[in-house]
């Protein structure tokens, strides 16, 4: 199946400053990309919808100027958690669309795990 | 009602039995229908793609889908102690609409 890779994966940060994670496909080309949250024990929520060469579009909750994300090319979007606090601590999973029409799916990156202090 | 849902209920099962697990929906509109496997701190893996009804075979593992019911399973044959994770089923409409998830079974293959 496809590869979808994440960085870092695992960092840990003081309160205030920017994290940024990257997302990458690794053998095929992702108009669209997604970023999730999880909690422990829980299912994957998703933030946001990441389109290549335009804007996000945020799902209802997710602060837009606290979670900038950026995909400037078919193969990387970038999710950068802005003056973090501790209540942004969590595992944060990118994945990617690959295929078209009835081979259309969804691959998963590895996730990130951030610790806020 | 939920678009997706899944008993969450831990499953423990001994080693060499059948895992079985289903999810139901009720969004008509979905035709890919997927199962993701996810390891502790871990994203989840795909391991099993259906589109529109039908049953699919990849080893030990078989998906069926049932859109007239609504319904979709994952069979595990054979389980090993390495199939323990947490199992999550995922589906869309396609195009741009986004997953929708079932929140995951967490299974225990006992040696």
């Known amino acids: 199946g496809a590869v979808v890779s994440q960085h870092p994966s695992r960092v840990i940060c003081k309160s205030g400053t920017s994290v940024k994670i990257e997302c990458r496909s690794l053998?095929?080309?992702?108009?669209?990309m997604f970023w999730y949250r999880q909690f422990p024990k829980q299912s994957l929520m998703l933030m946001a919808t990441s389109n290549e060469g335009s804007k996000a579009t945020y799902e209802q909750g997710v602060e837009k100027d606290k979670f900038l994300i950026n995909h400037a090319s078919l193969t990387l979007s970038t999710l950068t958690v802005t003056s973090a606090h501790p209540e942004d601590s969590s595992f944060y999973i990118c994945?990617?669309?690959?295929?078209?029409?009835?081979?259309?799916?969804?691959?998963f990156g590895p996730g990130t795990r951030l610790l806020v202090l | 009602q939920k678009e997706v849902e899944q008993d969450p209920g831990p499953l423990s099962v001994p080693e060499g039995a059948i895992v079985s697990l289903n999810c139901t929906y009720s969004?008509?509109?979905?035709?890919?229908f997927m199962w993701y496997r996810q390891y502790s701190r871990k994203g989840p893996e795909l391991l099993m793609y259906t589109y529109s009804s039908g049953n699919k075979e990849d080893g030990r593992f078989t998906a069926q889908v049932d859109k007239s019911s609504k319904y979709i399973s994952l069979f595990i044959r054979d389980s090993q102690p390495s199939d323990s994770a947490t199992y999550l089923c995922a589906m869309s409409a396609g195009g741009n609409n986004r997953l929708a998830f079932g929140k995951g079974n967490q299974v225990v293959v006992i040696p």
């Open positions: 969004n008509s509109a979905f035709q890919y």
């Open positions: 053998d095929f080309q992702a108009t669209t």
């Open positions: 994945s990617a669309r690959d295929g078209v029409g009835a081979s259309e799916t969804q691959y």
